[in-house]
């Protein structure tokens, strides 16, 4: 009755808004005194409504300290919206007992009712057993579980009171019902929002479906999903429309030329990208790049999720690269995902690659070799962000390690490849981020490689300042920091530094490297598509940073 006291007067003068507030607190007891003797008791707020904020803090603070009955006997507020409140904190009040009736065994388990025997009372710590306990029931099949309190004793400074819960009807999931003008698979979402039909009503999953949603690249919420509940049952309507996701994209990288013998040289890439073309969340890509020495790459790859209505899916991919005239290699790689959740799998593959050498003067065959290897692996996905275009927060994770059966045209060999992508999303300040991104792989075998075995890394995709593919290694770690500023949903300025460690164990010898690079950037959207121009200075051991050496890198995408 005190609280909506206080809340009647202040809401009386709440329509006062063009000047100061002033509230002082008046102490009726020792307690109150003591409490308010380190803080302001004469405050100035810009309206009446922070007033009663800062009043109703007070009191929490009081109640988490155990002052139970704490309240303000009586608010007087003047003709010009000044206030004056007399605050009463009583005495400190301990629990003698609380006695839980009506709980899941379970759920009791996990309770400590320590922290409510001869414990000073604490308002905040009652009301988290309190949010635990209807939580753990609206995830367990009972959202209309309640709580109250009875039997509540105050003596001498103790709290004797019961808890009753009562969990009420028990409800299942029923039906989905669509609505809009989305193709999607029923199926297909319910496997990805992890709701299936007669299984427990879970609240926590109907809470998730927007944030699931909006991680979708190809489907977009017109409202938020609604739940109609009819005897012991749950329906879920979702209200879904088509997201513009299928993309092509090109990227064109740019060389100064830096001397009078050398020509400037350019690289460009284009990417075709599908999604959802048979309404099952399957995704398509082709990529084709060039370089302006005939050295060509395509690679294609098809992911379609949840095969034959299971948690497994399929993925297949297919490379093939030519080297100016040097060598040919291919591979092609299916993998089987498994789906813990929407945004987690793992995946284990089978991978056939073969190399070959297409030169024919002498001299330089001893440099390349013919091989083929059967390669075993698995890999891990992990992937939290906010949104995935213009990531402002979150994280990345990508593991991959095989083992493979390498065969030359007289021996056979042993070897090791793995893979690691971490990328961290740290925002600060408002519409600033901090992207963090290492990048690591590794090839492991007992004899020295050969060019045609050896990564490639340089470009806008991995070491921005140096030419797509410019390095040859059997070891890379690249350590990337970019400040970024988000002035659109799909728009920022970013200014980047990518340093790297990379190892190369070939026949030619062994060799090492620190090369790093810095510059700027800016992605933009317009109606055409979303424009990315990135400008770039590299440095590595035998070329210092020269202006000369600027590379310049264009990226395009149209969503369509």
């Not at 400190?92 to 009506?102: E, Q, T, V």
Request: with cysteine; hydrophobic share 40%.
């Amino acid at each position: 009755m005190r609280k909506f006291f206080i809340f009647t007067f202040l809401l009386v003068h709440f329509n006062i808004f063009a000047q100061n507030f002033q509230l002082k607190i008046q102490p009726q007891d020792s307690s109150a005194r003591e409490f308010l003797k380190n803080k302001s008791q004469k405050i100035i707020f810009n309206d009446s409504f922070q007033t009663f904020k800062h009043l109703s803090n007070i009191i929490f603070e009081l109640q988490k300290n155990g002052f139970a009955s704490a309240n303000f006997d009586s608010v007087k507020i003047d003709t010009a919206g000044n206030t004056t409140a007399y605050l009463f904190s009583g005495e400190i009040f301990y629990w003698d007992s609380l006695i839980i009736k009506g709980l899941d065994s379970t759920l009791l388990k996990n309770i400590n009712l320590k922290d409510f025997r001869k414990q000073r009372f604490d308002y905040a710590k009652f009301r988290e057993i309190q949010e635990k306990i209807i939580q753990f029931y609206e995830n367990n099949g009972f959202p209309f579980a309640s709580l109250h309190l009875q039997n509540v004793v105050l003596q001498q400074n103790k709290i004797r009171a019961d808890l009753i819960c009562k969990p009420n009807r028990k409800i299942f999931f029923d039906s989905f019902f669509i609505k809009g003008n989305s193709k999607i698979s029923l199926f297909y979402l319910q496997k990805y929002l992890d709701i299936q039909p007669n299984t427990i009503y879970n609240e926590q999953k109907i809470r998730d479906i927007s944030q699931k949603i909006n991680e979708l690249l190809f489907l977009r919420e017109m409202r938020p999903a609604e739940v109609e509940f009819r005897n012991e049952k749950a329906d879920i309507y979702l209200y879904l429309a088509v997201r513009k996701a299928n993309q092509i994209s090109g990227i064109l990288g740019f060389s100064p030329k830096k001397s009078a013998e050398r020509k400037a040289t350019f690289t460009g890439e284009a990417t075709l990208i599908l999604w959802n073309t048979f309404s099952r969340g399957e995704f398509f890509q082709i990529n084709y790049a060039g370089k302006n020495d005939n050295s060509q790459k395509l690679f294609t790859e098809i992911k379609y999720p949840y095969l034959f209505q299971t948690s497994f899916g399929i993925n297949y991919r297919f490379f093939l690269q030519k080297q100016d005239s040097s060598f040919l290699t291919f591979a092609n790689r299916v993998g089987i995902p498994y789906f813990f959740q929407y945004n987690k799998h793992i995946e284990v593959f089978f991978e056939y690659k073969k190399s070959a050498i297409l030169l024919n003067e002498k001299s330089n065959i001893a440099s390349f070799q013919n091989f083929s290897a059967n390669i075993f692996g698995m890999s891990f996905c992990s992937e939290v962000l906010d949104y995935k275009w213009n990531a402002r927060k979150g994280y990345q994770i990508y593991f991959e390690a095989g083992i493979a059966n390498k065969k030359t045209d007289s021996t056979s060999i042993p070897m090791f490849q793995t893979q690691v992508q971490l990328v961290y999303y740290q925002p600060f300040m408002e519409n600033w981020t901090l992207k963090l991104e290492n990048n690591f792989a590794l090839l492991q075998q007992k004899p020295k490689f050969f060019e045609n075995e050896l990564l490639k890394i340089g470009g806008m995709k991995t070491l921005r300042g140096f030419e797509e593919e410019y390095f040859a290694t059997s070891m890379y770690s690249i350590f990337s920091i970019e400040c970024r500023y988000l002035f659109e949903k799909n728009s920022n300025f970013h200014l980047f530094f990518d340093a790297a460690y990379l190892e190369k164990r070939s026949i030619s010898g062994y060799f090492s490297d620190f090369p790093c690079s810095f510059g700027a950037g800016v992605t933009f959207e317009t109606r055409a598509g979303i424009f990315t121009i990135n400008y770039a200075l590299g440095k590595e051991s035998k070329n210092s940073v020269e202006f000369r050496n600027s590379k310049i890198h264009f990226g395009f995408i149209n969503r369509f």
